[in-house]
C-alpha cells in the first residue's frame, strides 16, 4: 500500500450491495442499516452473519446487505433466528425489526427468545408508527399523537399506553445487553454504533441475548420533512423513550471489545 | 435388530433422531407431548438441538428458520397446534424448505379433546394455510410403518424441497407396538450450498417467500406445481389387501384403515369378495388406484375418524361409476369393527345406486346414534 | 489556507433528504437546485470546497451510504491519491 496524503475517512461500507434502498429520503432505516453494515465489517464477521429480516417497511432489508439472509413472517423473526442458530450455532444472527413486528405482533416471539437469552442480536427500529402500510397506530405510538388509524391523536383510555420494549425486555434475566439509542444527528449516530458493537460482541462472547432500540424518524408518514422530523424525536420521543443501558449484565460489563 | 416394546410417540421421536435429525423445536400439545419429551433429553445428549419453544407459531418458525439451513429439522404437535403452525407451512413451502411435521390428529373443531381422530385430513391434505401449496403427507397405521415413513418423510422432503407431514392420531402416538428400529444415520451438519451459512455457496444466500411481481409469483407457483406433478407420478403408496378379485373396496387410512381391515378379513370368512385399500401417501392421494378399481368393482366404502374429509376426494376421483357409502366416526369416537362390518353388509345388500347421498344417509344414522332424534 | 479534505457524493444514492446540509459544521453543503441526480432528485454538493474539513458529520448522518469523505488535498489540485 502506497503512502500518501490523501485519506479516507469515510467510504460506503463493505457489508452493503450497491442496491439502492427503497426507504423514503432522510429515513433512518438507512442509518440503522449502515451501522450494522460498519460493526460487522469492524469485527471481521461480515462472512460470518446472517440477517433476518422482518414485515414492515425492512421487509427487502436483505437486498442491502452483502451476506446471507433470511425473511422470517411478520413478527417471528426471534424464532427464525433461534433455529439458525440452534442449528449453526458459530454463526453470528441479528434480526431486524421494526415496532409493529417485534413489539406487537412479536411481542411473543421477542420475550421468549430474551428470555431463553438466546445467543442472538435484535436492532429494534423504533418510529412510532407502521411505515410500511401507510403509518397507521403501532404499540409505540405516543399518547396523542395522530396516526392514520388514530386520526384524533392516540387515546389512551381507549387504545392504551405505548409499550417501552427496551426498559420491559430489561426486565428478563435471560437478557444480557438492552439499551436504547437514537438517530435523530450524528453525536446519536455515533453512540448508537457503539452500543451495536457492544450488542454484536455479546453474541461473539457468547453472553447471552442483546437488543438495541433506535429511535427513527418516519418522515412520509409523519407529514413532516427530515429536519423537522428530527426535532419532532427529540422533543416527543426522547422523553417518552429516554436512551440509556436499561440491561447490561455483569458478564457484559467485564466484557473486552477488541479493534477500535 | 431387536424388536422393542415403544409408545408410538418416542418410535417416532427415536427414530427421527436416527434419521439425522440436526435441531427440533415444539411445544408440548396432548397426545403428542411423550415425543418432545424424548426428544428434550436425547437431543442434548447427542449435541443436537432443541427447543421447547414458546409457541406452536414459535416452533415452527424456528423450523422455517433452521430449514433455512438446509439441515434436517423437525418439530411435531397436534390438531390445535398445527392450526397455529399452518402460517409457518405456508412460508416455509413459500421457500422450498424441507421440513418435517409430525401431527399426532385429536377430536376438534376448537379446543375439542385429546382422543384420536383423523380430522386434520383437510388442513394437512388440502393446505390450511394461505396461497397455492402443497404438503406431502404420510398415513401410518402401525407404529413400526411410523418409524418407517418417519426415515422416508426426511428423505422426500429433502429430495423436493417440500414440508412433508407425518399425519398420525392420538391412537397411534400413545399405543405400545413392538418395533425395529433403524440403524443411526450420519448427521449432516454442513449446509448444502442453497442453505444460509453453507461454505459451499457461489454467491450469498438469501431465502424469502416474498415475490412482489405477480407474474414472478405465478411462475413460482407453476414451478411447485410442476414438482407436484412429479410428486404424484412417482411418490404414491398405499397397501392393497384381497383387491385382486375384489368386488367391493374398502377405503381408508392409519387407525381407521386398521379396523377396517378387522372387518374386512371378517368378511372375506364369510365369503364376500371385498378388499382394502389403505392409502398411505394421502397427499399425493392414490388417485390412480382408485380410478382403476371403479372401473371394475361393485361399489366402495369410505371408512374415517372425521366426517368424510377423504370421502370428498374419493366421490371426485370414482364420479359416480359406482355407489360410494361412507362410515365416519367424529369427535375422537374411534369405530369398532363391528360397527364397519354392518356397514360392509349394507354396502353389499343395499341398491347400488351411485346417485346415492352416501353422507346423508350416514348422518341420518348418526342422529339417531348419538340421541338427537329423527 | 487550503481546504482540509472532500467529499464525494454518489448521486445514485443521494435521495435530497437534506440531513448533510443541514448537519454540516462549516455550511460546505447544498443541494444543487439546478440539476437532477437520475433519479429525480436535486442531490447534494459542494457548495462551498473551501470550507471542508473532513470531519465526517455528513456521512455518519447520511441515511443512504452516498458520501465518502476524504482528508488531504484533493487530486487534481496538486497530488494524486487513492487511499482504498
Known sequence: ?260 | MALELIKGNIAVAEAAIRAGLVSYFGYPITPQTELLEHLSARMPELGRGFVQAESELGAINMVYGAACTGLRTMTSSSSPGVSLMQEGISYLAGTELPAVIVDVVRGGPGLGNIAPSQSDYTQMVHGGGHGEYHVIVLAPASVQEAVDLTGLAFDIAEKYRMVVCLLLDGFLGQMMEPVVLPEFQPVRTIPPAWGVGSPDSKERVVLTSINIDPPSQEKFNVKMMTRWQEIEANEVRFKSYYLEDAEYVVIGYGTAGRIALSAVRAAREQGHKIGLLRPITLAPFPTKAVDELAARVKGFLVVEMSNGQMLDDVNAIVAKRAPVDFYGRMGGVVPYPDEIANAISELINGDHDPNADARGKWLAYMRKLVGMGE | MPPKGWVEINELYCKACETCVIDCPTQTLALDMSRLSPKGYHPAFMLHPENCTACGTCAVVCPDAAITVYRGVRPGSKTEGEGA
Open chain 1, 1 to 260: 500500500m502506497v503512502e500518501t496524503d490523501v485519506k479516507i475517512v469515510y467510504k460506503r461500507p463493505a457489508g452493503f450491495t450497491d442496491r439502492v434502498t427503497h426507504y423514503c429520503p432522510g429515513c433512518t432505516h438507512g442509518v440503522a442499516h449502515r451501522l450494522i453494515a460498519e460493526v460487522l465489517e469492524e469485527m471481521g464477521e461480515l462472512n460470518n452473519t446472517i440477517g433476518v429480516a422482518p414485515v414492515g417497511c425492512a421487509v427487502f432489508a436483505y437486498n442491502y446487505f452483502n451476506f446471507d439472509f433470511v425473511e422470517a413472517a411478520h413478527g417471528r423473526a426471534p424464532a427464525m433466528a433461534t433455529g439458525i442458530k440452534r442449528t449453526l450455532p458459530s454463526k453470528t444472527l441479528f434480526t431486524y425489526q421494526g415496532d409493529g413486528d417485534l413489539a406487537s405482533m412479536g411481542m411473543g416471539e421477542i420475550v421468549a427468545a430474551a428470555a431463553r437469552g438466546e445467543q442472538i442480536t435484535v436492532i429494534f427500529i423504533n418510529n412510532t408508527n407502521y411505515g410500511m402500510t401507510g403509518g397507521q397506530m403501532a404499540p409505540t405510538t405516543l399518547p396523542g399523537q395522530k396516526t392514520s388509524s388514530s386520526p384524533l391523536g392516540r387515546d389512551v383510555e381507549t387504545q392504551g399506553y405505548p409499550i417501552r420494549t427496551a426498559e420491559l425486555l430489561a426486565t428478563l434475566d435471560g437478557a444480557s445487553f438492552v439499551a436504547r439509542r437514537s438517530l435523530h444527528d450524528a453525536r446519536s449516530i455515533r453512540m448508537a454504533k457503539r452500543a451495536l458493537r457492544t450488542a454484536f460482541e455479546v453474541q461473539k462472547h457468547g453472553l447471552g441475548f442483546s437488543m438495541v432500540e433506535l429511535l427513527s424518524i418516519c418522515p412520509t408518514n409523519w407529514g413532516l420533512n427530515t429536519e423537522d422530523s428530527r426535532k419532532w424525536l427529540a422533543e416527543h420521543m426522547l422523553p417518552y423513550y429516554p436512551v440509556g443501558d436499561f440491561k447490561v449484565s455483569t458478564a457484559v460489563s467485564e466484557m473486552k471489545i477488541g479493534g477500535n
